[in-house]
T-cell receptor
Framework: LAKTTQPISMDSYEGQEVNITCSHN???????ITWYQQFPSQGPRFIIQ???TKVTNEVASLFIPADRKSSTLSLPRVSLSDTAVYYC????????????????FGQGTILTVHP | GAVVSQHPSRVICKSGTSVKIECRSL??????MFWYRQFPKQSLMLMAT?????????EQGVEKDKFLINHASLTLSTLTVTSAHPEDSSFYIC?????????????FGPGTRLTVT
């Protein structure tokens, strides 16, 4: 499984856009990039997943350059409730109907949003 | 979205006793569930992969005789911490993915806080 590197922590203010970058130099051809959010004493929650270029959903955008060696999670106009740990994971999204493969969590990025 | 529950949410037990934690997929079936452990201010560490109807697969360094996993149905997996010791105190989290080609997202339970005194 490809190893990921993220900043340990980031600070932002309400209303700002936050970009968290993750490095995954050894990403394999079959690997997808997935981001999870975790609040204290809760299980992680899926945010977004992508393979290349840009993916956008109702809560975030994911930018992946052509070489796929890094990715950037973009959170538009953060609020205090976005204070959490954000994990970038890289792994094979199995096709064919079988369950998604096991996940390896890195250290994550502690995002603190200030008033 | 799919919901995964865990029970209990919090448990305190005495050293030497065993504790069972349940993980249920409430509105979907899951052939495979995963168990993680998370110590304070640390990331999640995968302990084992629970497969319905077969033996669990444990990660390196995880004692299978200490952490017993049973996946008796497509909606229930249990983790039993046997002869618990204070160093087993941790946050235990399970996850599951709905069976089927359209699903790739893992859904996590709310976690179980285990404190061994």
């Amino acid at each position: 499984l490809a190893k990921t590197t993220q900043p340990i922590s980031m600070d932002s203010y309400e209303g700002q856009e936050v970009n968290i970058t993750c490095s995954h130099n050894n990403i394999a051809t079959n690997d997808y990039i997935t981001w999870y959010q975790q609040f204290p004493s809760q299980g992680p929650r899926f945010i977004i997943q992508g393979y290349k270029t840009k993916v956008t959903n109702e809560v975030a955008s994911l930018f992946i350059p052509a070489d796929r060696k890094s990715s950037t999670l973009s959170l538009p106009r953060v609020s205090l409730s976005d204070t959490a740990v954000y994990y970038c994971l890289v792994g094979d999204r199995k096709a064919g109907g079988t369950s998604y493969g096991k996940l390896t969590f890195g250290q994550g990025t502690i995002l603190t949003v200030h008033p | 979205g799919a919901v995964v529950s865990q029970h209990p949410s919090r448990v305190i037990c005495k050293s030497g006793t065993s504790v069972k934690i349940e993980c249920r997929s409430l509105d979907f079936q899951a052939t495979t569930m995963f168990w993680y452990r998370q110590f304070p201010k640390q990331s999640l560490m995968l302990m084992a992969t629970s497969n319905e109807g077969s033996k669990a697969t444990y990660e390196q360094g995880v004692e299978k005789d200490k952490f017993l996993i049973n996946h008796a149905s497509l909606t229930l997996s249990t983790l039993t911490v046997t002869s618990a010791h204070p160093e087993d105190s941790s946050f235990y989290i399970c996850s599951a993915t709905p069976t089927g080609p359209a699903y790739y997202e893992q859904y996590f339970g709310p976690g179980t806080r285990l404190t061994v005194t």
